[in-house]
């Protein structure tokens, strides 16, 4: 209770007469301050949002809604609004890759969710296509034998039609899985392999467990792989949709984030997802959604760092 009384007693009252002291001390606007103050990225960029997004100002507020091509006008506009000679090449510069990066993560949300929205058809050659893509770069010595199979299940669909599979996160899904597999290609086959054939332990226990799930080769670490990475989607789109990801694609891109940066986030958290699988030695697969909760965590808790990169190069590092 307090706290909301103070937040909204700051944001009505006290902030206004804040910024008009440090105004009066420094002789420079927030925006100007925030620009000196904070490294290029997301610092800086969280900083010039905040600012404007707080303004009583309409011209200021209204800069955080323009569209790629109005943002020029919409730089000369807020140095007017703010009293900022038109002449100061480096504010107007600084300004100009905030708003890209502010109205381009908007951008990228939408173009995210559109795909999402698109249902799998498996009349749509292109999407039948992209599937068959999938098999193949995961399961290159191996050719299906017919388009509903129960292959899939090699490769961790559900079911003899992996369509059924992409009602959640729609055609977005299925793009991810083939964006991954594509691009990163021994890794795609390895965390396959991990999913399909976990260790089984060792000693006596381990010969007696394979004994005994020999023919299917059941194991406490063993986890769908296609339905892992499409539930890995959802984590990364559900991020994206609540402005998690905003640090760290700030700080990956310098002007409008595109789809493939979404990608290359996706493809950081399949890879790290398998990691944390097996380091968490599961009792079961049974306790998935326990373990997805706690990777999500981990995830969510890296992402509050101001200066977060999180891409599959960067993990890869020695």
């Given at each position: 209770?307090?706290?909301?009384?103070?937040?909204?007693?700051?944001?009505?009252y006290?902030?206004?007469?804040?910024?008009?002291?440090?105004r009066?001390?420094?002789?420079?606007?927030?925006?100007?301050?925030?620009?000196?103050?904070?490294?290029?990225?997301?610092?800086?960029?969280?900083?010039?949002?905040?600012?404007?997004?707080?303004?009583?100002?309409?011209?200021?507020?209204?800069?955080?809604?323009?569209?790629?091509?109005?943002?020029?006008?919409?730089?000369?506009?807020?140095?007017?609004?703010?009293?900022?000679?038109?002449?100061?090449?480096?504010?107007?510069?600084?300004?100009?890759?905030?708003?890209?990066?502010?109205?381009?993560?908007?951008?990228?949300?939408?173009?995210?969710?559109?795909?999402?929205?698109?249902?799998?058809?498996?009349?749509?050659?292109?999407?039948?296509?992209?599937?068959?893509?999938?098999?193949?770069?995961?399961?290159?010595?191996?050719?299906?034998?017919?388009?509903?199979?129960?292959?899939?299940?090699?490769?961790?669909?559900?079911?003899?039609?992996?369509?059924?599979?992409?009602?959640?996160?729609?055609?977005?899904?299925?793009?991810?899985?083939?964006?991954?597999?594509?691009?990163?290609?021994?890794?795609?086959?390895?965390?396959?392999?991990?999913?399909?054939?976990?260790?089984?332990?060792?000693?006596?226990?381990?010969?007696?467990?394979?004994?005994?799930d020999?023919?299917?080769?059941v194991?406490?670490?063993?986890?769908?792989?296609?339905?892992?990475?499409?539930?890995?989607?959802?984590?990364?789109?559900?991020?994206?949709?609540?402005?998690?990801?905003?640090?760290?694609?700030?700080?990956?891109?310098?002007?409008?984030?595109?789809?493939?940066?979404?990608?290359?986030?996706?493809?950081?958290?399949?890879?790290?997802?398998?990691?944390?699988?097996?380091?968490?030695?599961?009792?079961s697969?049974?306790?998935?959604?326990?373990?997805?909760?706690?990777?999500?965590d981990?995830?969510?808790?890296?992402?509050?760092?101001?200066?977060?990169?999180?891409?599959l190069?960067?993990?890869?590092?020695?």
């Amino acid at each position: 209770m307090l706290v909301h009384l103070w937040g909204f007693l700051y944001s009505s009252y006290f902030r206004f007469w804040l910024k008009w002291l440090w105004r009066l001390l420094t002789g420079k606007c927030e925006l100007q301050r925030v620009f000196e103050g904070a490294k290029e990225g997301a610092r800086r960029t969280l900083g010039i949002e905040r600012s404007l997004g707080s303004s009583k100002s309409k011209v200021l507020r209204n800069a955080l809604n323009a569209d790629e091509t109005e943002i020029e006008k919409c730089v000369r506009d807020v140095m007017k609004e703010k009293k900022i000679e038109q002449k100061d090449i480096r504010f107007k510069t600084n300004l100009h890759m905030s708003l890209l990066q502010i109205t381009g993560y908007k951008k990228l949300y939408l173009d995210v969710e559109n795909l999402r929205k698109v249902t799998y058809d498996s009349d749509n050659e292109e999407h039948e296509e992209q599937l068959i893509e999938l098999w193949n770069l995961l399961m290159p010595h191996e050719n299906l034998k017919a388009r509903i199979t129960k292959q899939w299940c090699d490769i961790g669909f559900q079911g003899d039609d992996p369509k059924t599979d992409f009602r959640g996160m729609g055609l977005l899904g299925l793009v991810n899985l083939v964006y991954f597999s594509k691009h990163y290609t021994n890794e795609a086959r390895q965390i396959l392999s991990h999913s399909n054939h976990p260790k089984l332990g060792d000693g006596i226990d381990s010969l007696l467990s394979f004994l005994l799930d020999a023919c299917s080769l059941v194991s406490k670490y063993k986890y769908s792989y296609a339905i892992v990475g499409i539930n890995l989607t959802e984590m990364a789109y559900s991020l994206l949709k609540n402005g998690a990801l905003k640090s760290h694609l700030y700080n990956m891109v310098p002007g409008l984030p595109q789809m493939e940066h979404f990608h290359q986030f996706y493809c950081y958290l399949v890879y790290e997802f398998d990691k944390f699988w097996f380091e968490e030695e599961p009792e079961s697969i049974m306790h998935f959604n326990q373990y997805r909760e706690k990777f999500h965590d981990k995830i969510k808790g890296l992402l509050l760092d101001y200066d977060v990169i999180l891409t599959l190069q960067n993990t890869k590092k020695p």
